[in-house]
């Protein structure tokens, strides 16, 4: 028999999620509903639908448009407890998808303005997510991620803040937004600061531009992870380097499809980052724009690229050793990797 093992059984971590892009489609339409906020036509028919709106954010304009949609999205965010719920129900999926652990990330910059500042932003965030894991027994984290467009200062500031809340649940820091925009190195002061702290490095690079920029990633933040890092397919002395040094690579194909990164999901080269070497963390990007979760990224490795159950197993596994989970939680959820693999 075939594909008889759920996927949603399949023990994870979850590693490459945004913030406001973990949000349920209802749940946004509620809160614009709420607040009186108009979005965007092409936001509400891919929530209506499903369907991810149709992005080439391979150029620039229509990065732009992915970000404006996500703007409007995060827009609708105004309350603690709209805060509170998101994190909650963003736990909630998780579980449904067999997620044990999610690192969910955010740059509080941008919540800001609405809940009284950078200080407070993070902390309504952290709590949040100190309630969400309480409550529903998921184990979570917070990546605090600077924004590229924005001046290499503000990483700083951001970094510093990261570092103080080390103790409230932050473990790591990453860097988003146009890949296009700005050179890493322009963050490797923000990125010194939070590695001598005691965060992970995981920047966003090899999704809009080639293994350059992850090479990037490598030699002037130290990466530890890659946010996506697929475009290293396209450079076999870079994948040996990556499987070498054990960098996991955070790969969203769900995400790389709809923004146009590749045609379909069988383009998506899981199979040569596997074959290379390369550990893999499946992640859901952002599930709200690009309409699929977590179960389903390695649903597109079975499916499209026929991967065997042993061989999803081991992606799992290596989603578990590059989270920031504590030895107990990663033992146990290797454990259930096991268990569901003899099932
Ligand atoms: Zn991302």
Redesign the pocket.
């Known amino acids: 028999m075939e594909h008889v093992r759920d996927l949603s059984e399949l023990p994870k971590a979850h590693l ?3 913030f406001t ?1 973990s949000m349920r489609p209802g749940t946004l339409l509620e809160l614009a509903d709420k607040y009186g906020v108009r979005l965007p036509e092409a936001l509400t028919d891919a929530l209506v639908s499903g369907e991810p709106p149709k992005l080439r954010a391979t150029d620039e304009r229509g990065w732009f448009r992915f970000q404006r949609l996500y703007d409007a999205a995060r827009s609708c965010l105004r309350a603690p407890e709209d805060i509170q719920r998101l994190v909650r129900e963003a736990a909630e999926e998780d579980l449904r998808d067999g997620s044990g652990w999610l690192e969910i ?1 955010v740059d509080p910059t941008s919540y800001a303005p609405r809940l009284g500042g950078l200080i407070p932003a993070l902390e309504i965030i952290l709590d949040a997510v100190e309630t969400a894991s309480r409550d529903t027994g998921l184990g979570m984290r917070v990546l605090v ?1 600077a924004n590229r467009m924005k001046h290499p200062l503000d990483a700083r500031t951001l970094a510093r803040l990261a570092v103080r809340y080390r103790e409230r649940g932050v473990v790591g820091f ?1 860097l ?1 937004n146009d890949e296009r925009r700005g050179m890493a190195r322009d963050f490797d002061r923000a990125f010194a600061i939070a590695r001598a702290g005691g965060l992970f490095a995981a920047p ?1 690079g090899g ?1 809009l531009t080639g293994p350059a920029s992850v090479r990037d990633c490598l030699d002037d933040l130290h990466a530890h992870r890659v ?2 890092g697929v475009r290293a397919a396209e450079d076999p002395a870079l994948l040996r380097r990556l499987a070498e040094q054990g960098v996991t690579c ?1 790969v ?1 194909p769900a ?1 790389n499809v709809a923004l146009g990164v590749y045609d379909k999901p069988e383009d998506v080269p899981l199979r040569t980052l596997h074959e290379a070497g390369v550990p893999m963390a499946l ?1 859901a ?2 599930p709200l724009l690009f309409g699929s979760r977590l179960a389903a990224q390695y649903e597109i490795a079975r499916r499209h690229h026929g991967f065997t159950d042993a061989e999803l197993a081991e992606l799992a596994r290596q989603s578990i050793r590059a989270s920031a989970a504590p030895e107990d939680v990663r033992d146990k959820l290797l454990a259930g990797v096991d268990d569901w693999l003899a099932g």
């Open positions: 490459h999620l945004h892009g990330q991620a990453g988003s966003h999704e946010g996506h955070e969203c995400s992640g990007d952002d």
